[in-house]
Nanobody, 115 residues
Framework: QVQLVESGGGLVQPGGSLRLSCAASTNIFSIYAMAWYRQAPGKQRELVARITNGRTTTYADSVKGRFTISRDNAKKMVYLQMNSLKPEDTAVYYC?????????WGQGTQVTVSS
């Protein structure tokens, strides 16, 4: 069992920045592909960004050029740097860890972009 704990969400004005962090409890963190998903009210959960254990990254088209995912295997952390935030980025952001047939989710952190 892997526990994931997100932090860093909050209220930010349009154009602002936030950095989300996700701490993992596993000692084999490096084998997991890590990802950030988000779910806005009334919408399905969607992939925002993913980083593999080989550090290959993928992004949703809506966040390319604005968001950056990174990982620190020594600290068992994954980050999402979010710049130039827009109101449509408002959602609960979830950390995800996946390897083979295993998948784990964090509880989520709220990000609200509003003036």
């Amino acid at each position: 069992q892997v526990q994931l704990v997100e932090s860093g969400g909050g209220l930010v004005q349009p154009g602002g920045s936030l950095r989300l962090s996700c701490a993992a409890s596993t000692n084999i963190f490096s084998i997991y592909a890590m990802a950030w998903y988000r779910q806005a009210p009334g919408k399905q959960r969607e992939l925002v960004a993913r980083i593999t254990n080989g550090r290959t990254t993928t992004y949703a088209d809506s966040v390319k050029g604005r968001f950056t995912i990174s990982r620190d295997n020594a600290k068992k952390m994954v980050y999402l740097q979010m710049n130039s935030l827009k109101p449509e980025d408002t959602a609960v952001y979830y950390c995800n860890a996946a390897a083979a047939s295993f998948e784990y989710w964090g509880q989520g952190t709220q990000v609200t972009v509003s003036s």
